[in-house]
């Protein structure tokens, strides 16, 4: 049977090289990156790479962390959460990594969190949904991107308080992303004492939203909110609002500053007035330029992302280097891999600065984005990987 | 309320040129094909990818799309049904056409991608004509278009006879000269053919997405089994049917319960009259 | 036959004693993978393999067994050992309702109907998210001790996976089993020999429900989170595909096609990304070329290399005695 032979082959290879001593394991310092390089979010996943195979190429080529090179076991899930959590295993068990990164699907990422706290390996969270990090649960798992309420709650402050509107239809699909989206939004707008005015889930293959979206104007709201990271349903809605004429402004889920949105939609003009989280450290300023470590990383990056203009979200990019850099700086504070001693350096870090962001995590905070450098952006601005800041 | 009307009755056509396409498939060779689904969603995908990226007058993509659904139609009878209709085993087919379906399936989502991608307009149009865009009425003619010719196709051609006769008796077929495999490949190409069809005619309302196949599988199944096995007007009836029923739930109860309430539908109608509305009881004298 | 069992018995020998040479968790884990997934498929073999009714569904009846466990073990506190009997009764019950309607119908209706089925549970689960946690998805509680380390709970899913095999199997060579085949095969003789046909479907069926139910329960607490992205349609095709290649109508067969198909991907990383393609290049290849599945292939090189020997052994007749028999007067 297949089984017998590979595992003897594993115990003999155990075996030499325990008797080889551990010099030789030692001297590497091994991050395990979950990544969904095929299925759902794979553009997502494929950016983000780019960024984080740059970063240890660099740290590597200026002699490593602490002196040890780092080695990379790059894991490519597919999407399934199966899948995700026998990576995990095996990154966990077999591999014995010292630290790990990501998934970047939320769904994956909810499946292997307890597998990986159990081990007690340090993780690099890189899920939006709240529910990943707690610092009870999962004592060494740190988050880097924003979570889910940062992104709904900035697009929430800017269509309430910088665009003075008060009658929200808010929009969420079928999947499990956009279900618990949609909860979280209505209970930030219930904080705001806001109640939306049109409520509704729809099937991202749906293949008409005009019925909705009358309904949402015949309701009288005055700013339409989509938390749905399917870039047909989106299109599909900002074509229903144009082909109706109704000038409503949408503000809503980064996906709808996706590049793929332009081609979906009926005319070009559909894409104004809409807007999007997005973050301070991809925005261009009044004179069109972007923050100064922002634009070091991308002339570092463009010849490896095809050398002319880039076309994917650089903020991805931005967090998978970003992911690297704060584990060389979690060891170099820690002074070695353990991981009780990562995760007391991480946990007291006032302020790292990333370029993605500048990070904070304390011993009850593991979400490390500051809600300040959120920010909103003009979503038919996409540039180079960055976009243009909303009006205020 | 028309809006949802209109909208229920083009994705309903879509669904009732799916039943169409089985009806087509099964008369000859009495298997039904998990690939009809895959079809429409290759018209719809080549269409796309042949008037988008290559940049081709919409004429000739939509020959070429279909040429590609017939070609698929006559690989699905070479691989999927020939060597396993050759064998007793009836449910053989149902696993090579699955086979065969998951294949082209992933192939297509690993080289179209996974995002759903813009179909092109086909007629200059204005974007604001609100229920007559043409997104809405050319799968409706498309799909009424469809069962008439079929229907003077069986009437009036010789194939179209041939294919009656095979339906109704392939042995009795075979003793009378009829090259009964030829036949049947004949069959599967013009099914490949009105399935892409059907998916082209249906791009401006799906857009071209790679995961449409199997979900028109079922719900062209479901089209068919309300109308009844064997029947073109059926297979219209039935596909309005569903169309309708899905947009009018999502309209007045929202999009939670989009599966439930067709599958209902199916198991409603296959309870109380399994043979569909207008289908034939299926009974076989041993 | 004793070259079988040997086999058998070594095969047993070693499962039982996985813990002990496996080089590391991560490989016990994969094996309690395996052995959760045949609790399913072994049930699910005997209505595919040996009934032929091809329901291509079953991974809903995976999810209500997996979500029942992780909403009875988690918030409502009951015992693990209860909540799994639960899941398995539940799931049971669901088989039956399913059953009674879609078992009447023709092979391909039927699979639709159950692919049908598989898609409705996904809705229902997301719709209610109060009772299922919706798209976030439940943590899925462990079993008490001795079962809450990987090797006692490893042991937990071999033992019910071993009691599922024994079932199957007995089921399979008694005349049950060979009632089964005759459904698949040709319907209208086993009506006409006496079998009870819609029955006996319908039991299998129910059967397959329960085992599904706690496959499910002990995937749940396997994986420790739950979400609804695990049971996706993919899941049903590989429990099929794990079936039919390991060829129908056999026990040892699909067990080998499941450990092979699950391990596969673990060791080949390149066959991750391909994923469902290989799947149904594996399906489309067993269909037409080898209906019997894998196994027949091993048998059939096994034939190849060590022919039976047939003994002929001639008649000769005693013609004189013959003779003098034939013309005796009577």
Redesign the interface.
């Known amino acids: 049977?297949?089984?017998?032979p590979?595992?003897l082959a594993?115990?003999a290879l155990?075996a030499a090289l325990s008797l080889s001593g551990s010099a030789a394991v030692a001297q590497t310092i091994r991050i395990g990156w979950l990544s969904s390089?095929?299925?759902?979010l794979?553009?997502a996943a494929l950016a983000e790479n780019q960024g984080v195979q740059l970063a240890v190429e660099e740290i590597n080529a200026a002699g490593g962390i602490l002196g040890r090179q780092i080695e990379l076991l790059t894991r490519?899930?597919?999407?399934?959460?199966?899948?995700a959590?026998?990576f995990a295993?095996?990154l966990?068990?077999?591999d014995k990594v010292d630290f790990v990164i990501g998934p970047v699907?939320s769904?994956?990422g909810?499946?292997t969190?307890?597998?990986l706290a159990k081990a007690g390996i340090p993780t690099m969270v890189i899920g939006s949904?709240d529910?990943l990090t707690d610092p009870k649960k999962y004592p060494r798992a740190f988050r880097v991107i924003n979570t889910n309420t940062q992104w709904i709650g900035s697009a929430n402050e800017y269509a309430l308080k910088t665009l003075k509107r008060s009658k929200v239809a808010v929009i969420g699909?079928?999947?499990?992303?956009?279900?618990?989206s949609a909860?979280t939004a209505q209970e930030l707008l219930d904080k705001a004492d806001i109640k939306p005015v049109y409520n509704?889930?729809?099937?991202p293959?749906?293949?008409?939203l005009?019925?909705e979206m009358?309904k949402a104007k015949a309701a009288g709201a005055d700013v339409v909110m989509p938390w749905s990271a399917a870039?047909?349903l989106l299109?599909r809605l900002l074509?229903a609002r144009?082909?109706?004429?109704w000038d409503v402004p949408v503000v809503g889920h980064p996906a709808l500053m996706a590049a793929?949105i332009r081609?979906?939609l009926?005319?070009p003009q559909y894409w104004e007035n809409t807007f999007a989280a997005g973050y301070v450290s991809t925005t261009y300023d009044e004179s069109g330029k972007l923050p100064a470590r922002t634009q070091e990383l991308v002339d570092k990056m463009r010849p490896r992302l095809g050398g002319k203009d880039i076309d994917v979200l650089f903020w991805w990019v931005a967090m998978g280097y970003d992911c690297v850099k704060i584990i060389e700086y979690a060891v170099k504070t820690a002074g070695s891999v353990d991981p009780a001693a990562v995760q007391k350096a991480l946990e007291n870090t006032p302020r790292y600065e990333g370029i993605y962001a500048t990070y904070t995590w304390g011993p009850e905070q593991r979400n490390g984005f500051p809600d300040s450098n959120m920010a909103v952006n003009v979503a038919n601005t996409f540039k180079d990987g960055s976009f243009k800041m909303a009006p205020r | 309320m028309w809006s949802v009307l209109v909208s229920g009755l083009a994705t309903g056509a879509l669904f009732a040129a799916t039943a169409l396409v089985y009806n087509v498939m099964f008369s000859t060779s009495k298997v039904l094909s998990i690939t009809t689904g895959h079809i429409a969603m290759l018209g719809g995908v080549f269409g796309a990818w042949f008037i988008t990226a290559l940049g081709l007058p919409w004429i000739v993509g939509l020959v070429g799309a279909l040429v590609v659904g017939a070609a698929f139609g006559w690989l699905t009878d070479v691989l999927a049904i020939r060597r396993v209709l050759a064998r007793s085993d009836e449910h053989l087919w149902l696993l090579s056409t699955l086979a065969l379906a998951t294949m082209v399936q992933q192939a297509v989502g690993l080289w179209w991608g996974t995002e759903p991608k813009p179909f092109p307009r086909l007629i200059p149009q204005d974007f604001g004509a609100g229920i007559t865009d043409q997104k809405f009425w050319l799968p409706i003619v498309v799909a009424v278009a469809m069962a008439l010719g079929l229907e003077l196709f069986y009437r009036r051609t010789m194939y179209g006879k041939l294919f009656l006769a095979m339906s109704e008796d392939a042995f009795a077929a075979r003793a009378r000269g009829v090259p009964t495999d030829r036949i049947r490949a004949v069959s599967y190409v013009i099914a490949g053919a009105l399935g892409a069809l059907a998916g082209f005619a249906a791009g401006q309302l799906t857009f071209a997405y790679f995961a449409l196949g199997l979900t028109l599988t079922l719900n062209g199944f479901i089209a068919l089994a309300v109308g009844g096995l064997g029947s073109n007007v059926g297979a219209l009836i039935g596909g309005a049917a569903l169309g309708l029923l899905n947009a009018f739930s999502s309209y007045f109860v929202g999009g939670e319960f989009q599966q439930t309430i067709s599958v209902g539908l199916l198991m409603l109608v296959l309870l109380l009259k399994p043979e569909g509305l207008l289908g034939s009881k299926n009974t076989r004298p041993v | 036959m004793k070259k079988k069992s040997a086999a058998l018995l070594v095969v047993g020998l070693l499962a039982a004693t996985l813990p002990f040479w496996a080089a590391d968790q991560y490989q016990l884990h994969l094996a309690a993978l395996i052995a959760a997934f045949w609790i399913l498929i072994g049930g699910l073999n005997l209505v595919v393999g040996y009934t032929g009714q091809l329901s291509i569904g079953h991974v809903g009846l995976l999810a209500v067994g997996a979500y029942t466990f992780a909403i009875l073990a988690g918030p409502e506190e009951v015992h693990p050992a209860l909540a799994v009997l639960a899941s398995g009764g539940l799931c049971g019950l669901f088989g039956l309702l399913l059953g009674l309607p879609s078992l009447r119908l023709p092979g391909f209706y039927f699979a639709m109907a159950t692919m049908a089925v598989a898609l409705i549970v996904g809705e229902f689960i997301m719709a209610n998210g109060d009772l299922t946690g919706g798209g976030i998805g439940l943590a899925v509680p462990s079993f008490p001790a001795p079962f809450d380390s990987p090797a006692g709970f490893y042991y937990l899913v071999l033992g019910l996976a071993a009691l599922v095999t024994w079932c199957t199997w007995n089921v399979a060579r008694r005349m049950w089993g060979r009632g089964l085949i005759a459904i698949r095969d040709n319907p209208v003789t086993a009506q006409a020999v006496g079998v009870p046909v819609f029955r006996a479907k319908l039991k299998v069926f129910v059967f397959s429900g329960i085992t599904a139910g706690v496959a499910g329960a002990v995937f749940a607490s396997l994986q420790s989170y739950i979400t609804p992205d695990t049971f996706v349609f993919e899941l049903s095709l590989f429990f099929f595909v794990c079936i039919i290649i390991g060829g129908r109508g056999s026990i040892v067969g699909p067990l080998i096609g499941t450990m092979i198909l699950t391990a596969l991907p673990e060791l080949v990383a390149p066959l991750a990304k391909l994923g469902n393609f290989f799947y149904g290049l594996l399906l489309l290849v067993v269909v037409l070329l080898v209906p019997e599945g894998i196994g027949r292939v091993f048998e059939v090189i096994a034939e190849r290399l060590r022919p039976r020997r047939i003994e002929s052994i001639p008649v000769r007749p005693d013609l004189d005695r013959l003779t003098r028999a034939l013309q005796r007067p009577r």
């Open positions: 049977m297949i089984r017998a590979k595992l594993g115990i155990g390089l095929t299925g759902p794979s553009s490519d899930t597919a999407g399934d959460p199966t899948k959590v026998n295993q095996q966990a068990f077999s699907n769904g994956e909810l499946a969190t307890p597998v949904i529910q699909d079928t999947t499990g992303y956009g279900t618990s909860k509704v889930l729809i099937d293959n749906k293949t008409d005009s019925d009358a870039t047909g299109g074509n144009g082909d109706m004429g793929q081609a979906l009926n005319k």
